[in-house]
């Protein structure tokens, strides 16, 4: 008969012997399974998930924009605004075709439909110039605060091609002149650049921020003294914007003025500091630099 201690320690191996059996079962099972197989290849087990969707060919795949809602992208439509139909809609502005367009957003179609690159009816239309077209667009609804496929807003398109008549339309539309272009410039930032004096005056009028900065830190006197617009300078002093007005690396005006050698403004920029001394005794006075 075996005694107790031998009976104890042979029960406990047998236990042993029973726990590592179940263990080397799971992990065989394991092993033989396809997708053990596929991860120690190195290779992803691709998962069923049915028939894959054919890719739609009106689908617009583009990062978010803040300016951007429902309805503006040629997939986001719904019943009765067939693929057909956006698309006549923008071959019609590209033709300058005023009867079809009027037709079209007349049946409903969403007048801020989006190609893949970002163009838009009215940018097509500003673009080329078509004031009637960019008439009937902004009164269907388009947006204006956008950037078309040239990271241009459709107002900082008209000043870049010195339409006037067009900046007039938008701005009656409301279009805010504050939105940037992929410049990192407003719209008045490219008027006074550009020396679009017209279009930098009738911003002014309507109320665009004198001390938004352009892309290089200026402001719109220091903006207007490298340029050498002695109009816009005179217009942004009369609307009270400090002859001071310093940029992003805290350079006056003067400054440009004198290193673009443009006289005409460091005179005048003088004389309205003088007068704003007179105006104000603790007024910082200009110093040609």
């Known amino acids: 008969m075996m005694n107790r201690p031998v009976l104890l320690r042979t029960m406990r191996v047998a236990n042993l012997l029973r726990s590592w ?4 079962v799971i992990v065989g099972s394991a092993a033989s399974s396809p997708v053990h197989a596929t991860e120690a290849s190195g290779a992803v087990p691709a998962l069923d998930r049915g028939p894959r969707a054919k ?8 990062p978010p924009e803040p300016w951007r809602r429902p309805g503006d992208s040629i997939a986001e439509f719904g019943p009765g605004h067939d693929s057909a139909g956006r698309r006549a809609l923008l071959e019609a502005t590209r033709a300058d075709d005023v009867e079809t367009i009027r037709t079209l957003l007349a049946a409903g179609i969403n007048p801020n439909i989006a190609t893949p690159g970002g163009d838009r009816p009215l940018s097509i239309a500003v673009e080329r110039q078509q004031l009637e077209t960019v008439r ?7 947006r204006t605060d956008f950037r078309a496929a040239s990271g241009l807003t459709p107002l900082a ?11 007039e339309v938008l701005l009656r539309a409301r279009a805010d002149p ?8 407003t719209a008045l930032n ?16 309507a109320g665009a921020d004198l001390e938004a900065p352009d892309r290089l830190g ?12 002695l109009v816009v300078m005179e217009a942004a002093l009369a609307a009270g914007v400090d002859p001071d007005q ?6 006056p005006p003067v400054y440009w003025a004198n290193v673009l050698v443009h006289s005409d403004i460091v005179a005048l920029l003088e004389r309205a500091s003088q007068r704003r001394s007179r105006d104000r005794p603790d007024a910082f006075t200009v110093t040609p630099r």
Do not use: K, M, Q
């Open 190 to 205: 490219d008027a006074v650049a550009l020396s679009r004096t017209a279009i930098a005056l009738r911003l002014i009028d």
């Open 218 to 229: 200026r402001r719109v006197l220091g903006g207007a003294a490298a340029s050498g617009n």
């Open 55 to 62: 890719p739609d060919p009106d689908r617009v795949i583009r």
């Open 178 to 185: 504050e939105v940037r272009s992929s410049n990192r410039n």
């Open 246 to 251: 310093r940029d992003r690396n805290e350079r």
């Open 157 to 167: 398109t008209a000043v870049l091609l010195d339409d006037l008549p067009t900046v």
């Open 21 to 24: 059996s179940a263990v080397l």
């Open 136 to 142: 009937l667009l902004l009164l269907a609804g388009a």
